[in-house]
């Protein structure tokens, strides 16, 4: 059986009136698709969530609504996305990167501001991405922590949705540190609709680095060293950066900024104590003052090189 579901702003603000309360075309639409299909239904874009996993190699997804694996939706349509963009492009491009057919192309209505929550999901399928969970109500949020304390994913790291500079991250140790964390984070006083929850599984790392990329040409790899006994912290907590050579470093560097068409990029890279990497973040507007203090290399120089070259 075929099943079809339908995803909008306006779904969002009507759904406690229920279906009889959405608007003539989304009512038809699900009439229509009942016949055709024999399964519609209607997704509110603020309780869905999102699982993205790595096992021996293999990645794939899920999507949860209100409980509800709808992984094996065969269509998604896209009627509006005021206000609850980064919730709707996040779950089209999820579900189109696993076989769905999207109606708008999710490329169409992706353009919000750069966000993990986009980001993760657009990288899931290359491979390299943690054990990633999304969420956008306080309930999806304890349905993935379930899943993530079934799955023995623990300990967890969180990771501010807009978040720069490592500000806001939080480790969370066991379900009591993650329930307690969730709460306060979809409890405080912030606009509900940017309420959005990432959370990834904390990998053992043996090394992090950092790659500048521009014009799809890595400039230098500088390793980090961290402040704090357990490994975490970041430049703006007193880590320090020294410059090394790595070549598998560099290549994976330079794909991921390739594949994210991003002409200049600070690729923050992981290593495992198995030897695998894993994408970190892929920042699009990166800081580059301790990694030119590293490698003496003049980043501003070698962008401007870029600009003006004769070939992008």
Not at 105 to 124: H, M, N, T
Request: hydrophobic share 40%; proline share 4%.
């Amino acid at each position: 059986m075929k099943r079809l579901a339908i995803v909008s702003a306006q779904i969002a603000v009507r759904w406690g009136g229920g279906e009889d309360s959405f608007g003539y075309e989304t009512r038809d639409l699900l009439r229509a698709a009942r016949q055709r299909l024999g399964d519609a239904f209607c997704i509110h874009p603020r309780r869905i969530g999102l699982h993205y996993s790595n096992r021996r190699g293999k990645y794939r997804a899920r999507v949860i609504h209100q409980g509800e694996d709808v992984s094996d939706l065969t269509y998604l349509i896209v009627r509006g996305v005021t206000g609850v963009n980064t919730q709707i492009s996040t779950l089209a491009l999820t579900l189109a990167a696993i076989g769905c057919r999207v109606i708008d192309s999710p490329e169409v209505f992706a353009g919000e501001e750069a966000s993990k929550a986009l980001s993760s999901s657009r990288r899931f399928m290359r491979g390299g991405l943690p054990e990633t969970f999304i969420a956008f109500s306080l309930d999806q949020a304890r349905v993935l922590l379930e899943i993530a304390q079934a799955e023995d994913l623990f300990p967890l790291i969180a990771k501010p949705h807009l978040g720069k500079q490592g500000q806001g991250i939080a480790r969370l140790h066991g379900p009591r540190d993650a329930e307690r964390y969730v709460a306060t984070f979809f409890e405080a006083d912030v606009k509900p609709l940017v309420k959005v929850l990432l959370v990834q599984q904390m990998i053992d790392l043996e090394a992090e680095f950092r790659v500048l990329v521009v014009g799809n040409r890595p400039l230098g790899v500088v390793r980090k060293i961290p402040c704090h006994s357990d490994g975490t912290g970041n430049a703006s907590t007193g880590a320090r950066f020294e410059q090394v050579e790595d070549e598998s470093v560099v290549e994976f560097a330079r794909r991921q900024a390739e594949q994210d068409g991003l002409a200049i990029a600070g690729v923050d890279i992981g290593r495992g104590r198995d030897g695998s990497i894993y994408l970190l973040e892929n920042n699009r507007a990166p800081q580059w003052q301790n990694f030119e203090s590293a490698t003496s290399i003049n980043v501003a120089d070698e962008v401007l090189d870029y600009l003006c070259s004769d070939s992008p």
